[in-house]
């Protein structure tokens, strides 16, 4: 891809800016000159996020509190805010979930994701950057998993995913305006540097990394490990995670590299660890003990996932650099400060 720069104080819209991803990217964007507008439901996400966004940054991020399938409100966003280009985290993540509500997922995932695309096409604004996931690869023939291996969801929040990524090659292909990125995460985990922005799930973490480490402040008495009878080297599964702040920067690569038509990109940064390594590395960082018991399988998982980032990092020019012990690390500064998360949050 070529590379195009913003001009200092074009604005992004970022969608979902006050989740995880987002408030992080924000952060990322801000401090490359972008002006920034939120829009977020608050569904999953935090207004006490975006205050820190606005502290970290010293600026006055925008923040509307809207549902994306408010063609209302998006229009009276796009129509106010002069925005040149949109990063789309917003959308319902939990895999478990998805299987119990699949229509719930299809009608906040699809609904919003058009619903924005239309607003788009109305105000003339045709970039766009999607937050997919690895998990539109399944369970992967070989690893590590590039861009051209074959996709295939193995639950309804994936799909979701896929039926994205079709719908925005559908879009590209039909009018060579429309600039589209397909960014596919590995294992997020971390937080910013700051220990004021970081993943504050809700209710019991999915994810092993907020599990562990809400287990090492003493919210919870112990991880489960969910297998230990997998195809690696210790038996538990093997996952590429990457620093979230790694992650945010290769939004702005992407960003900058925006060009007609639809590409798809890894994130991650090729490398595994097993869950046991998380648990002794958490172990380290943190100066706790972090008891675990092994259970069975959780159903649908894999085991070993891995990416090949050769084309993120050849055509984006982007690297993630940050190791396992820096994410544990900064998760763990996260996590010791705000025990609660944004809940119990003092300014
Ligand atoms: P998150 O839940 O922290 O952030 C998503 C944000 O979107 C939330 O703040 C939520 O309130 C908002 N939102 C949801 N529905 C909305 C709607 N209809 N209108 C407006 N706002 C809405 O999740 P995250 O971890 O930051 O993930 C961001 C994106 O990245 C998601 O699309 C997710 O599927 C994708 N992704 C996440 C991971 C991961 O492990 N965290 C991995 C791969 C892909
Ligand atoms: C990692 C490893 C578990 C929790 C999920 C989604 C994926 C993407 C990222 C959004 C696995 C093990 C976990 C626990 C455990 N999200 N584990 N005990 O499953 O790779 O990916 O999040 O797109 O779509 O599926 O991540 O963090 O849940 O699990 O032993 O309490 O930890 O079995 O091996 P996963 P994870």
Redesign the pocket.
């Known amino acids: 891809m070529s590379g195009r720069w913003f001009t200092v104080k074009e604005t992004v819209l970022v969608?979902?800016?006050?989740?995880?991803?987002?408030?992080h990217t924000a952060v990322a964007l801000s401090e490359r000159g972008y002006r920034i507008v939120i829009?977020?439901?608050?569904?999953?996400?935090?207004p006490v996020?975006v205050d820190v966004i606005r502290r970290l940054t010293d600026t006055d991020v925008a923040f509307h509190e809207?549902?994306?399938?408010d063609t209302g409100a998006l229009d009276r966003i796009f129509a106010t805010e002069g925005i040149s280009a949109v990063l789309?985290?917003?959308?319902?993540?939990a895999v478990g979930e998805s299987v119990a509500l699949p229509l719930r997922y299809y009608q906040?995932?699809l609904?919003?994701t058009m619903s924005l695309l239309e607003a788009m096409d109305r105000h003339d604004v045709r970039q766009l950057v999607f937050?997919?996931?690895?998990?539109v690869y399944g369970d992967p023939e070989t690893v590590p998993i590039s861009e051209t291996a074959p996709t295939g969801a193995t639950n309804p929040?994936g799909r979701s995913?896929l039926i994205i990524e079709d719908i925005l090659r559908d879009v590209a292909a039909s009018d060579d305006r429309w600039q589209f990125c397909l960014l596919?995460?590995?294992?997020?985990v971390g937080a910013h540097a700051s220990g004021d922005l970081g993943?504050d799930p809700a209710g019991i973490p999915n994810?092993l990394v907020p599990f562990v480490m809400q287990v090492a402040v003493g919210r919870r008495p112990e991880v489960q490990v969910f297998g230990t009878d997998y195809d690696t080297p210790d038996g538990t599964g093997v996952r590429d995670y990457i620093h979230v702040v790694d992650l945010a920067d290769g939004h702005l690569a992407a960003l900058e590299a925006l060009e007609p038509g639809c590409e798809a990109f890894n994130l991650g940064t090729g490398t595994g660890a097993s869950v046991l390594e998380v648990i002794d590395a958490t172990s380290l960082v943190s100066g706790r003990e972090v008891p675990y018991t092994v259970v069975e399988r959780r159903p649908g998982d894999i085991a070993v996932s891995l990416a090949d980032p050769t084309r993120a990092n050849d055509r984006l020019g982007w690297r993630a650099d940050r190791s396992l012990e820096t994410m544990l690390h900064d998760s763990w500064n996260w996590q010791s400060k705000h025990p609660m998360g944004f809940e119990d949050y003092e300014d």
């Not at 979902?16 to 991803?21: L, N």
């Not at 937050?131 to 998990?135: D, N, P, Y």
Request: proline content about 2%.
């Open positions: 969608t979902g800016g006050a989740g995880y991803i987002g408030s829009v977020d439901d608050l569904s999953n996400g935090s996020a809207a549902d994306l399938t789309h985290f917003a959308g319902l993540k906040v995932n609904g919003s937050s997919s996931s690895a998990t929040y995913k596919r995460y590995f294992n997020p993943e994810n």
